[in-house]
């Protein structure tokens, strides 16, 4: 099984970090995989995007052209990104930041009301966790456990603190997005 994943939104609202984390947790459980990671010249406020491929076989590439899944944060992405799904492919929006409907009738959206549901979970920071438990609860490429493993380690000690809300977040979008399955 292949999954070629994009997530994007602003610079700051942590896309990198989930598609990294959904990397690693691939790696983790033998897969293979790739990250690609591409942003504007600011690093807060600009865009930000990666591709994602996660792999039981070898990846030839790490661009994502036809996307199985595209996460996005924002307006500006959706509009971006929404035509590079697959037909029957996944869209999962922020509901927070985006208002409009997507254009295509041809795939399957789910609206993640990302930014509430962080700030429940103790930070609206989190809502990068939020979609990326949205996600797994949608395709399941990888355990949770694994993506929490691996969310500690990119996090480390000093950020290590954080976990339990990021953990929450998780939850939070994985409850969110079964509820619209």
């Not at 930041?97 to 609206?111: H, S």
């Not at 990068?128 to 000690?157: F, H, S």
Request: with cysteine; glycine share 8%; charged share 20%.
């Amino acid at each position: 099984m292949t999954e070629q994943i994009i997530c994007a939104g602003f610079g700051g609202q942590g896309v990198l970090l989930a598609g990294q984390i959904l990397a690693y947790a691939g790696l983790a459980e033998g897969k293979n995989v790739s990250w690609l990671p591409a942003y504007g010249p600011e690093m807060r406020g600009g865009t930000a995007n990666c591709n994602v491929v996660v792999s039981d076989e070898e990846v030839a590439s790490p661009v994502v052209v036809e996307a199985d899944c595209a996460i996005v944060m924002n307006r500006p992405s959706m509009e971006m990104f929404e035509r590079a799904v697959r037909p029957n492919g996944l869209l999962i929006m922020n509901s927070d930041l985006i208002e409009v409907q997507p254009a295509r009738g041809d795939i399957k959206v789910l609206r993640i009301p990302a930014n509430s549901l962080a700030e429940q979970a103790g930070s609206v920071k989190a809502a990068n966790m939020v979609m990326l438990g949205a996600y797994n609860a949608c395709v399941c490429i990888v355990e949770n456990k694994t993506i929490i493993q691996c969310l500690e380690k990119v996090m480390g000690e000093k950020k290590k603190h954080l976990i339990p809300l990021n953990e929450k977040a998780i939850d939070m979008g994985m409850e969110a997005a079964k509820k619209q399955l």
